[in-house]
């Protein structure tokens, strides 16, 4: 089932589908109205700086042909062969565009979307209206860029200017106008069939072996976006938010000491004149040094070559700052990216994501937490879904996930709202469910998170160390920057679309954000990073 996006959601390529051999299809009509559909390959500055990268009607294909232009089929009124591991790395981005040939606006536009197809199978699709759009001429609809690994970004951003505006946008240049023409060697596929090798594949006669990632192919035909669900949630609390670690106290100042008479030994801090001085002392986790002449106490005997780690003292005194950290709670941090938990203490099992475990100690089992089938479509439809597995047994359990920093939560009959992707485990008695964030600014009308509720603990993932902020009336956050907030805050959609290039998505990403308000008390979490 494909994930439907709204404006501004983002997302890895590997985490919608394994295959690089991909097909984007979009469809935008209005009556009377002609379309130019568009891809611009960008460097790291978002700037076209090699012309072979501007696909269009007049240039189909890039130089190594990783970026191909198709044509209209499958119910798309333009389509792209995009195969990512081709890409030359001199290639950022790849931003898809729709621009008016002729007169018109985009607020006359139907409704119409980008989708990603990959193997025949729709994995992804981004739909938008007209009622988006005022004045506009063209609009970005979404974006391949890469960050570490390719990604897939929904934009929806209208522009003023036409085609030729945002080329130059863009830093291309703008050649001598030349009347449309149909690209050289290309024709559209007649009636229903799909060019040349890249047909709707056959049905196979047999049982076939698994593939590594599915291989390129056109979607068989359009299916509509699946209805975006209103789970019901209950009334929102308040939680407490997360405390930093409590500074640890000053040294006490060293207290300067008297001169001793000449040819006499200046006594140590704590040593009363006139007493032996106490043998010397070595640094944490070093042996001490033996008087003048002697051998200090295990030592390399003689005839034993130098560089032998020691055993003993030495070695535990090096690893004593790493030990286990046993506090006698159900939940206890062993550092900032490790989390234990004690499944002897409080007698419920505890959800967590697949995968996470990374070390256990006992009797404990480990299954699969389905969520059935109501669960799998609300969670494809609203981009919450979370792949579970139940703990259970007498035990200890450490998790962790790609060095994340972790924060257990303990919520005591109140909520908190976290988004699924941020969420490593909880306590099986919690209570959670999809939560619809309102807003008439972004494409379906919402966004979406998770609510957790009840009494337990939640451990919420961030990348790096996030800061805690208070809810007041000007209090606005980045939608893929925010990790969790008091469920008891009102939310508000605030979509800033601006046409300046420093605000374009994939820059700076400020199109969508959440607006916060509520009592005293309530508050956000901010991570330093954005998906």
Not at 264 to 281: D, L, S, Y
Not at 304 to 330: D, F, I, M, N, S
Not at 404 to 423: F, K, R
Request: aromatic fraction near 8%; hydrophobic fraction near 40%.
């Amino acid at each position: 089932m494909a994930r439907e996006f709204q404006r501004g959601h983002k997302a890895r390529i590997s985490d919608l589908t394994a295959g690089t051999d991909l097909y984007v299809g979009v469809q935008i009509a209005a009556p009377g109205l002609t379309f130019d559909i568009s891809c611009f390959g960008l460097d790291a500055d978002e700037q076209l700086s090699d012309d072979r990268y501007f696909i269009f009607f007049n240039q189909p294909k890039s130089p190594e042909e990783s970026i191909q232009l198709l044509g209209a089929q499958s119910g798309d009124t333009e389509s792209f062969r995009v195969t990512l591991d081709r890409i030359p790395a001199a290639v950022q981005k790849l931003s898809f565009t729709a621009t008016l040939d002729g007169a018109g606006q985009m607020s006359q536009i139907g409704p119409g979307y980008i989708r990603i197809v990959a193997g025949g199978e729709e994995v992804v699709r981004y739909s938008f209206t007209g009622s988006e759009f005022t004045t506009e001429r063209a609009v970005m609809l979404g974006d391949f860029y890469l960050k570490d690994v390719w990604r897939f970004a929904a934009v929806g951003q209208g522009f003023d200017g036409g085609l030729e505006a945002l080329l130059k946008n863009f830093g291309g240049e703008v050649a001598e106008e030349e009347a449309p023409a149909a690209a050289p060697g290309f024709a559209p596929p007649t009636q229903a069939a799909a060019p040349p090798a890249f047909g709707v594949p056959a049905a196979p006669s047999a049982p076939q072996a698994p593939q590594p990632a599915p291989a390129f192919g056109a979607p068989s035909a359009p299916t509509p976006p699946p209805a975006p669900q209103q789970p019901v949630h209950a009334a929102p609390t308040i939680a407490a938010p997360l405390v930093p670690p409590a500074p640890q106290p000053p040294a006490p100042p060293q207290v300067p000491q008297a001169p001793s008479p000449y040819g006499q030994p200046q006594p140590q801090f704590g040593q009363v004149p006139g007493q032996a001085a106490p043998p010397p002392t070595a640094p944490f986790g070093q042996p001490a040094p033996a008087p003048y002449g002697q051998q200090p106490p295990g030592s390399v005997p003689p005839g034993v070559p130098q560089g032998v780690p020691a055993a003993g003292a030495g070695l535990q005194a090096a690893l004593q700052p790493y030990k286990e950290a046993a506090t006698g709670q159900r939940w206890t941090p062993q550092n900032q990216q490790l989390m234990r938990v004690d499944l002897t203490m409080g007698g419920a099992g505890v959800l967590a994501r697949q995968g996470s475990m990374v070390m256990y100690q006992g009797k404990v089992d480990f299954g699969y937490k389905g969520a059935g089938f109501v669960g799998r479509a609300v969670g494809n439809a609203t981009g919450q879904e979370m792949q579970l597995m139940r703990c259970t047994g007498r035990g200890q359990v450490f998790l962790a996930e790609e060095g994340s920093h972790l924060h257990p939560i303990e919520l005591q009959g109140d909520g908190i709202c976290v988004s699924a992707e941020n969420v490593l485990a909880f306590d099986e008695s919690l209570q959670y469910e999809v939560r619809r964030v309102e807003g008439h600014g972004i494409p379906g009308g919402a966004l979406f998170t998770m609510l957790f509720q009840g009494s337990g603990t939640v451990v919420v993932k961030t990348h790096g160390t996030p800061v805690v902020l208070p809810v007041t009336p000007t209090t606005f956050a980045d939608c893929n920057a925010v990790v969790a907030w008091s469920a008891a805050s009102q939310v508000i959609v605030s979509s800033q679309v601006r046409l300046r290039r420093n605000a374009y998505p994939g820059h700076s990403g400020e199109t969508v954000n959440l607006q916060f308000r509520g009592a005293p008390g309530n508050f956000i979490v901010v991570q330093p990073y954005e998906v």
